[in-house]
């Protein structure tokens, strides 16, 4: 087995466009139905001053774009979001990412049960578990802070503090999905093959260096997907705590670009401003998102192209 | 395959538990001929959400023109304006709803709505005075925009109450009537701390500004003045510094989210909250100790100014059939006998005249309820919920509500905040 | 491979204190369903009951057609989960398999759209919905939910792991498509379906924020929808009931897991593509 570090070029050809626009209408039709168009009116309404139910939209050009831009509140949610993404990738992707590796090559007994306990909070609701961490970790009243308080310890009020807010919503977010990016990575893991492994073993490369240079490249593929969902699927997923527990605040302290359009639109009825800001968070994604084709994608290892 | 074996089975399984569930309910088919009206309230089932399925089922039983379906929204008021939103977006509305009182304005300026009373003089001779009879004025007047129409009818009416932990206050030496002022209030709260450190008060924070204009109006500011926000008053300064001193100077109050901040009365580490009557059944169900309800506390030498809480109905229907059926749920709800019902079930304070008083009313109720006693004894001091008029005010509120995080993160001083807060407020309401 | 208990020791315990920390909440969850609410709000601490009751579930089935609730929230997230999978292997497969004008730029468009925030598509998706009909209706759930590019996504990713020159051979051979997707492909990639299926189900499963707008009827609801009928800043939070409605929520998507764990996690390491 060799690794192939640029893409194979070489494809089999299928001169059957028509068989393969069949396979593809039943997702790009749904797709284009409930995703392109509402985007496309979302565009248009991020030219009007509109509250979704007045009869008249009024055009204002790029005036919500200005708005949004002059905004103080949007730096403070985009410097949240970007937080929000650093803690998200720190458990859900580096952390599950070792553990992954290390399950896979280092606990012999129990590994099954890890599995499966690992995997286990990803069946429940965030709404669940908005309220259940609400509930438990009340920094009063809360087990959690009972406790601490046993060991002299006290708990921040974090649902009132900045900082601590966004900590304590990315792990219940984290509960959630880190089970799934586990399995995935662990599962990519187990595929590679052991030899590779022992002969390193063998030669006494260190740990770190096994990850980094065979375990990471040789899982890439994976991991480039766990990468993105962590990002994507873990923004969009602490929506519901955000929502719940602290309603973006305090003042803004938990707001993400997600929740914060969320809040233009539908708590203060700013349609334009929101979608303004929609466009512009999904302009940021998309701008990340090339970077990944262009960069990333090339060095991925699939397996025998 | 086996795997598609074993989904068909746990499928079918399913199908077979449904269709148990399925029976009982294919027996109410709906009778031809009947109007089905949609009626939108915010009832958890911890908030009367039982009560308003008995009293549409009630009344469904009895009518024969009309057929009542009701829908929960959750969230409270925005959650429900949220989805009218929609509705009204996508081209159709429900026959009524709840609006909570902050959403007045924004409400009565962006939905159509028809009057009560006009659907009344226009189907219904024989109902021609039943809001003139039933309630007295400074209620209606609850419902009033601030162009002065009447927009719906108050229905939910709340007060804030000072709930109290005698236990705490006794143990802490302090005599177990309570506080009866808020300056009082603030020296209770620091002995309490000192005594038994436990947190000595909470005060309700939701994401809207409620209880705040409690504390301040009481001490004579106003929130708003000739469509100006004015609360950066001396005196509303003085007001918001109370609460302040005690979260950041005394830490003898907890500033934390409303769930919470009532989960740390109810296991007694708060001596004293401040928050809604709508809360006294669950307080008073799952507090192990010697709970009370007292009135509003005042600022020395003043008189309470309370904002209504809760919500009014409003008739949305746009068709001719439609509104007539929705008063006839209405005349049915504001029925001494559904009024009374509500109360029990919600905790709210009864919005028509002669349901506390009257025997099939609320009288024995009342009787063995201490705790309502506080809330309506103190009805006469309700003032309308301030809501700020114009396109822009749900987001003056919302900037209120900005800047409570930050006094009470100890950020910005009171008077920096109150300040700049009401002078962006009155930059977006021009 | 030999590994010393130096190393493995730590891990157990790391191992270990994490799970605590993921299982506990369950287990506090499953907990306090069967204490009362003043149980629940005054003996934090305690895991178990000190009078174990059933009266939260009791509130539940008595309030709610719990039945009917439950089966609409298994029909919804089956239909999605099915409907996706499949359109998404076709797809996927489309998109490795044959060369065709646009491709790539039709791939990056369709995934491009998972970065989409749902903020966006709200308010355009209620209005399509209402037009068609289904405001207040299952299938007013289910169809904007269908719209998701990340199986695309995850399963172009197991397509492309899959030796071409195998599908090569069976094309020489004049194997049809289906065929070579039947008996090839699938197989092949089993184990990233039938997780990505899981994935799909459990979402569908738990989606709120849709279903609170589309939903109106208490029998037309969906288990996190009955949720919220317990939870209420006002009115205060019916903390054990909410927990065993949460239960229930759980208790099928973990009866699936337990059911396919083979699938879930045994076989889609094990897979033949070694």
């Known amino acids: 087995m060799q690794v192939v570090t640029s893409r194979s070029k070489k494809r089999f050809v299928h001169k059957q466009s028509i068989l393969a626009y069949s396979l593809l209408l039943p997702s790009v039709a749904i797709i284009a139905m409930f995703m392109f168009w509402p985007f496309l009116y979302t565009i248009y309404l991020s030219f009007f001053d509109w509250n979704m139910i007045s009869l008249t939209k009024n055009f204002v050009g790029l005036q919500n774009y200005i708005d949004v831009l002059k905004d103080p509140i949007t730096y403070k949610v985009l410097l949240n979001t970007a937080l929000y993404i650093l803690i998200l990738l720190v458990f859900n992707f580096t952390i599950s990412y070792i553990f992954a590796f290390v399950l896979n090559f280092f606990v012999g007994k129990m590994d099954g049960f890890y599995k499966s306990a690992f995997f286990l909070p990803s069946f429940i609701s965030l709404v669940v578990g908005s309220i259940l961490f609400t509930w438990l970790l009340n920094p009063v009243s809360g087990p959690v802070a009972i406790v601490m308080g046993w060991i002299g310890l006290s708990m921040p009020i974090w649902s009132k503090s900045e900082g601590w807010i966004i900590v304590v919503i990315t792990l219940i977010t984290s509960w959630k999905i880190f089970g799934y990016n586990f399995i995935l990575l662990y599962a990519s893991i187990n595929g590679i093959s052991r030899e590779i492994i022992e002969a390193a073993r063998l030669d006494n490369v260190p740990l770190w260096k096994i990850f980094f240079h065979i375990i990471g490249p040789m899982s890439s593929a994976t991991g480039i997907y766990v990468f993105i969902i962590t990002i994507v699927q873990g923004l969009q997923f602490s929506f519901t705590p955000i929502k719940i527990i602290a309603q973006g605040g305090p003042n803004y302290a938990s707001s993400n670009a997600i929740y914060h359009a969320y809040h233009e639109a539908f708590v203060l009825y700013r349609t334009g401003h929101s979608a303004a800001l929609s466009i512009l968070t999904m302009a940021i994604f998309v701008v990340l998102l090339i970077v990944e084709f262009k960069y990333v994608e090339r060095g991925i290892y699939y397996e025998n192209k | 395959m086996k795997l598609w074996s074993k989904f068909v089975l746990l499928f079918s399984v399913m199908l077979i538990l449904g269709a148990c569930g399925n029976g009982e309910e294919s027996g109410d088919s709906i009778k031809e001929g009947k109007t089905k009206i949609e009626y939108w309230h915010v009832n958890a089932e911890t908030q009367g959400g039982q009560t308003v399925a008995e009293l549409v089922e009630e009344f469904n039983a009895q009518s024969d023109t009309v057929e009542v379906v009701a829908k929960y929204n959750p969230d409270l008021y925005k959650g429900l304006m949220q989805n009218l939103q929609a509705e009204v977006a996508a081209g159709s509305t429900p026959a009524i709803v709840q609006i909570g009182w902050a959403f007045l304005d924004y409400f009565s300026n962006n939905f159509s709505y028809v009057t009560p009373q006009e659907v009344i003089n226009a189907h219904f001779e024989e109902d021609k005075t039943f809001l003139e009879d039933n309630f007295l004025p400074n209620i209606m007047d609850l419902a009033k925009n601030s162009e002065g129409s009447q927009v719906g009818i108050p229905y939910s009416l709340s007060t804030p109450v000072l709930y109290i932990n005698r236990d705490l206050l006794s143990e802490a030496g302090l005599p177990t009537t309570g506080p009866t002022t808020w300056e009082q209030l603030k020296e209770y709260a620091k002995v309490i701390l000192d005594k038994t450190g436990k947190y000595g008060f909470y005060m309700q924070e939701p994401a809207d500004n409620w209880a705040t204009q409690a504390l301040l109006e009481s001490n004579g500011a106003k929130i708003m003045t000739d469509g100006k926000a004015s609360f950066a008053s001396e005196k509303g300064i003085k007001a918001y510094s109370l609460l302040r001193d005690m979260v950041v100077e005394d830490k003898s109050a907890l500033h934390i989210g409303w769930d919470q901040g009532i989960q740390s009365f109810i296991d007694g580490n708060v001596a004293m909250l401040y928050t809604t009557i709508a809360q006294r059944s669950n307080i008073q169900n799952n507090a192990q100790f010697d709970v009370a309800a007292i009135k509003s506390p005042t600022w020395e030498g003043k008189e309470v100014k309370l904002p209504a809480g809760g919500a009014m109905l409003t008739i949305t229907a746009q068709e001719e059939q439609q509104q007539k059926a929705a008063w006839e749920f209405m005349r049915f709800l504001y029925s001494v006998e559904s009024v009374a019902k509500w109360t029990k079930g919600t905790g709210y304070v009864p919005a028509r005249e002669g349901v506390a008083d009257a025997e099939k009313g609320l009288k024995p109720f009342l009787a063995e309820n201490e705790m309502m006693k506080a809330a309506i004894d103190q009805m006469s001091g309700v003032v309308p919920w301030t809501s700020f008029p114009g396109d822009a005010g749900l987001q003056a509120e919302q900037l209120l509500l900005d800047v409570r995080d930050q006094i009470l993160s100890g950020s910005v001083t009171v008077e920096e905040g109150l300040t700049s807060t009401e002078n962006s407020i009155n930059e977006l309401l021009k | ?274």
Do not use: C
């Open chain 3, 1 to 274: 491979m030999k590994i010393s208990k130096k190393v493995t020791i730590p891990w157990h315990i790391i191992f270990i204190f994490i799970i605590f920390l993921l299982i506990f909440p369950i287990i506090f969850a499953i907990g306090t369903s069967f204490k009362t609410l003043q149980d629940a709000y005054n003996n934090p601490l305690s895991i178990f009951p000190t009078s174990p009751t059933l009266e939260n579930y009791k509130v539940f089935f008595e309030s709610l057609p719990a039945f009917k609730v439950t089966l609409n929230t298994f029909i919804i997230a089956s239909v999605v989960t099915i409907f996706k999978v499949i359109t998404s292997f076709l797809a996927a497969y489309a998109f490795v398999y044959f060369i065709f004008k646009g491709k790539n730029v039709l791939y990056f468009i369709l995934i491009s759209t998972i970065f989409l925030p749902f903020t966006v598509t709200m308010i355009p998706n209620y209005l399509v919905i209402s037009k068609m009909g289904l405001g207040n209706s299952i299938w007013g759930v289910i169809l904007p939910q269908l719209a998701d590019a990340m199986g695309i996504f995850l399963l172009t990713q197991a397509l492309r792991s899959i030796s071409i020159s195998l599908i090569e051979v069976a094309r020489l051979d004049n194997m049809s498509h289906w065929h070579i997707m039947k008996d090839i492909v699938l197989p092949l990639v089993k184990p990233a379906v039938t997780s990505t299926g899981i994935w799909f189900f459990i979402t569908s499963w738990n989606e709120y924020v849709w279903p609170v707008l589309i939903l109106k009827s208490t029998e037309n609801f969906t288990l996190p929808l009955a949720l919220q009928m317990y939870i209420s800043s006002e009115g205060g939070t019916n903390f054990t009931v909410a927990m065993a409605v949460s239960v229930i929520t759980m208790i099928l998507p973990l009866a699936l897991y337990l059911i396919f764990q083979k699938y879930i996690i045994g076989t889609f390491i094990s897979s033949g593509i070694k």
